[in-house]
């Protein structure tokens, strides 16, 4: 069962499935019923991880139908190493181990610019349908403008900065959780997290969008 | 305590044991540098969360497409079911049921078209209706007329000549009786009698042949009707095709249009404000 506060942001907190019971099963109790031929336990731990999973794919590589296709990618490779799948690590870090590898080979295999560029316009009739009764649409627009920003930033950074931030700020994994995944001291990952974080902010801060502007709007 | 960027990031992000919070909340209290660094990346954390990802309908499923043991050939994804009973519904009703309604109207027309009987012959043009006909009759000669036409044509033409004959004997006798002689042989009035009967079964084959030609005509025609209906709604189809990826075509202009609109009208009120 994933911690609460392993997704803190990004809207991508993983959906939980409960039995007959009321319980929530763990993805330890799902796995081990997987690795029974129980396809339908598998299914939800697919569930359950598809929107974190698609989320990561998103922010490494950048485009929607690519991602769709690494989460897809990943949940078949998981389910054809499930018997390799020895329980040392938590099956999300299995996971994002797998996504990241296969964003890794789509950045290798694509050569290219891993995050796309964020469209210039901004269509409000889309925004219309993500608003909330107490935002207006002058404040939508305005936090999808910052969202862009934040896109074509993240862009910018190196992959192992841009990879450390994306895994902490938006996934909530601790330090020693990254540092296992892209096999890395631990001081190496907040130092890239660090500089990361430090490029970001000068970046913002000269496009407008840093978060002083943020908090005079709010 | 010297100022450290790694426990900087540690204390930003709450990963951090108690007694190195302690520490280096008592660090923040001496360090002015380190505060002002810290609230700044709170800022830029609350700035970092507005980047959200898209939410497309995923449902990703794993599927066993009934291969041996355990094996996952393909994954699918799931996606809202489109009402597709009532559109196979529509699709199979809609030609079923133009095609129905035209059988039934060439059918209504067939059957009265087949009540009316047109003739131009030697003897002239004639107009028959069958509801005057016997029906026991008409079945008869629609099922024998086919097979025996080259011999009745023969036998028809040998009963005009037949008729002909016994009209003009008729009329001879007629006119002989009209004399101011009053003899007249009654041998020339019997067979007579018994001519008249073979004429009137003659005239039964002659009209029976003529309905059954007359039905393989509408048989044809039905036909014809038919092909001509079923071309005319193809291409009746395909105007509505053609005027419905009009209406689209429009309707998409006129919403772009209002999707400009509605960006400028936004734009101009953010610059005057």
């Known amino acids: 069962m994933p911690p609460d506060g392993q997704t803190p942001r990004g809207a991508s907190k993983p959906s939980e499935n409960v039995t007959s019971l009321g319980m929530a099963s763990t993805d330890e109790e799902l796995v081990a019923r997987s690795m029974g031929g129980d396809h339908d336990s598998f299914n939800q731990l697919v569930l359950r991880w598809e929107r974190p999973i698609y989320a990561l794919a998103y922010r490494v590589i ?128 907040k130092t890239r997290l660090y500089q990361g974080l430090t490029v970001l902010r000068r970046q ?3 496009a407008g969008m840093g978060s002083d502007s943020m908090t005079g709007r709010s | 305590m010297k100022c450290d960027r790694e426990q900087l990031i540690s204390y930003l992000y ?21 505060r002002e660094e810290l609230a700044a990346l709170r800022g830029l954390r609350s700035t970092l969360s507005a980047w959200t990802p898209p939410q497309p309908a995923l449902a990703f499923e794993i599927v066993d497409t009934r291969a041996p043991a355990r094996t996952l050939t393909e994954t699918r994804t799931v996606t809202p079911m489109r ?46 209706t069958g509801w005057n006909g016997s029906p026991a009759t008409t079945t008869a000669a629609a099922l024998v007329a086919p097979a025996a036409a080259p011999d009745q044509t023969k036998k028809l033409e040998a009963a005009y000549a037949d008729v002909e004959r016994r009209i003009r004997d008729l009329e001879t006798a007629t006119h002989n009786a009209a004399l101011p002689s009053p003899v007249r042989p009654v041998s020339q009035i019997t067979p007579a009698r018994g001519s008249d009967a073979e004429v009137l079964a003659r005239v039964r084959d002659l009209l029976s042949q003529s309905e059954s030609r007359q039905q393989r005509e509408l048989a044809l025609r039905i036909a014809q009707v038919v092909r001509d209906m079923d071309a005319q709604r193809t291409a009746d189809l395909s105007r509505i095709q053609q005027g419905l990826g009009r209406i689209d075509a429009m309707t998409t202009a006129d919403a772009a249009a209002h999707r400009e609109l509605a960006n400028y009208v936004i734009s101009s009120t953010r610059q005057q404000k």
Not at chain 2, 15 to 28: G, K, M, T, Y
Not at chain 2, 99 to 113: E, N, Q, R, Y
Request: proline share 4%.
């Open chain 2, 14 to 34: 709450d990963d951090v044991s108690a007694d190195e919070r302690a520490a280096f909340d008592r660090h923040l209290r001496d360090c002015a540098d380190c």
């Open chain 1, 62 to 189: 950048g485009r929607e139908d690519d991602a769709r296709d690494v989460c897809q990618e990943t949940f078949l490779r998981a389910f054809r190493a499930l018997g390799g799948f020895k329980g040392q690590a938590k099956f999300s870090s299995w996971l994002y181990r797998i996504t990241l590898n296969l964003c890794r080979d789509w950045i290798r295999r694509q050569r290219r610019q891993p995050i796309a560029q964020a469209p210039e316009g901004i269509d409000l009739l889309d925004l219309a349908t993500e608003t909330t009764p107490s935002e207006s649409i002058e404040d939508l627009v305005a936090r999808r403008e910052l969202s862009h920003a934040v896109q074509r930033a993240m862009a910018a950074l190196p992959d192992e900065q841009r990879t450390a931030i994306i895994l902490k700020e938006y996934h909530g994994l601790t330090f020693q959780e990254i540092a296992d995944l892209l096999d890395c001291p631990l001081s190496t990952v």
């Open chain 1, 204 to 206: 913002l801060a000269g």
């Open chain 2, 83 to 128: 009402p597709a009973r009532t559109a196979s519904w529509r699709a199979w009703w809609t030609p079923a049921a133009g095609l129905a309604a035209a059988a039934v109207l060439v059918l209504a027309a067939a059957s009265a078209i087949a009540h009316v009987e047109l003739r131009y012959g030697a003897d002239g043009f004639s107009v028959r």
